[in-house]
T-cell receptor
Framework: AQSVTQLDSHVSVSEGTPVLLRCNYSSSYSPSLFWYVQHPNKGLQLLLKYTSAATLVKGINGFEAEFKKSETSFHLTKPSAHMSDAAEYFCVVSSLANAGGTSYGKLTFGQGTILTVHP | EAQVTQNPRYLITVTGKKLTVTCSQNMNHEYMSWYRQDPGLGLRQIYYSMNVEVTDKGDVPEGYKVSRKEKRNFPLILESPSPNQTSLYFC??????????FGSGTQLSVL
């Protein structure tokens, strides 16, 4: 079984200040973890992914996330928010155990965190 | 251009009238999956397919069917739609654990 909890449904920051979006997960297997972003009326875009390599993962647009197994967390951060970062963000866990680690199996999304950036 | 194509983009139907939402990808991806997105619930996986003729249930499969007869197509079938299936639906595909490519979505309303 697997689950994802995004700890904040809404986060509001000022432009130029740090962003922290929190995600906790549970998984029966060694998980793969992802962050996706969805801008209004758009599809989903991959920000970054963790697949058992380096625990600090760098993604696009200055975002990064750190996998902490002891805390079962995968929080997303960015040092300085930009107006264009305003969107909804989803943390995702994937079970790869039934696929030999070569493909996705069951994917579970968090409930989403809406990021608002103020001028 | 590499893409995942869903049709239709918008669909309004009535309770009990069978419908199919098509999904096609042109990237030769093995993995395809369907999700529904509802406010406050994020995306929930309905079904996924690891390859042709291989499908499995996601978190919310009740009321839905899928088939994977060809690698490129993965239609979502609602045999008897109900109002609680009103939602925004996304299809996605991927290969070898790489990123998911999402379709543009299908907004379904069941009256």
């Amino acid at each position: 079984a697997q689950s994802v909890t995004q700890l904040d449904s809404h986060v509001s920051v000022s432009e130029g200040t740090p962003v922290l979006l929190r995600c906790n997960y549970s998984s029966s297997y060694s998980p793969s973890l992802f962050w996706y972003v969805q801008h209004p009326n758009k599809g989903l875009q991959l920000l970054l992914k963790y697949t058992s390599a380096a625990t600090l993962v760098k993604g696009i647009n200055g975002f990064e996330a750190e996998f902490k197994k002891s805390e079962t967390s995968f929080h997303l951060t960015k040092p300085s928010a930009h107006m264009s970062d305003a969107a909804e963000y989803f943390c995702v866990v994937s079970s790869l155990a039934n696929a030999g680690g070569t493909s996705y199996g069951k994917l579970t999304f968090g409930q989403g965190t809406i990021l608002t950036v103020h001028p | 251009e590499a893409q995942v194509t869903q049709n239709p983009r918008y669909l309004i139907t009535v309770t009990g009238k069978k419908l199919t939402v098509t999904c096609s990808q042109n990237m030769n991806h093995e993995y395809m999956s369907w999700y529904r997105q509802d406010p406050g619930l994020g995306l929930r996986q309905i079904y996924y397919s690891m390859n042709v003729e291989v499908t499995d249930k996601g978190d919310v499969p009740e009321g839905y069917k899928v088939s994977r007869k060809e690698k490129r197509n993965f239609p979502l079938i609602l045999e008897s739609p109900s109002p609680n299936q009103t939602s925004l639906y996304f299809c996605a595909s991927s290969t070898r654990g790489a990123q998911l490519f999402f379709g543009s979505g299908t907004q379904l309303s069941v009256l």
